[in-house]
C-alpha cells in the first residue's frame, strides 16, 4: 500500500484496522529493512522496485 502512495488512513480502512496497526506495521517494515526515521519508506522501496 507504500507503493500506492495511500495515507495512513486510507491504508487502515481497506484492511479494517487501526492506525496505529498501520504505523506499527511501517515500523516493523523499516527495523527490517534497516532503515532509520529520515528515510521515506516510499522512495526506498521505489528506489528497490527499479533497480531490480
Known amino acids: ?3 500506492l502512495g495511500l495515507s495512513l488512513k486510507e491504508t487502515a ?3 479494517n484496522i487501526t492506525i496505529a496497526a498501520v504505523k506499527s506495521a511501517r ?3 523499516r527495523k527490517k ?3 532509520g526515521p529520515d528515510v521515506s519508506l516510499k ?3 521505489s528506489f ?3 533497480s531490480a
Open 48 to 50: 528497490i522496485a527499479n
Open 27 to 29: 515500523g516493523r517494515t
Open 13 to 15: 480502512q481497506l484492511f
Open 43 to 45: 522512495q526506498h522501496l
Open 33 to 35: 529493512m534497516g532503515l
Open 1 to 3: 500500500m507504500i507503493k
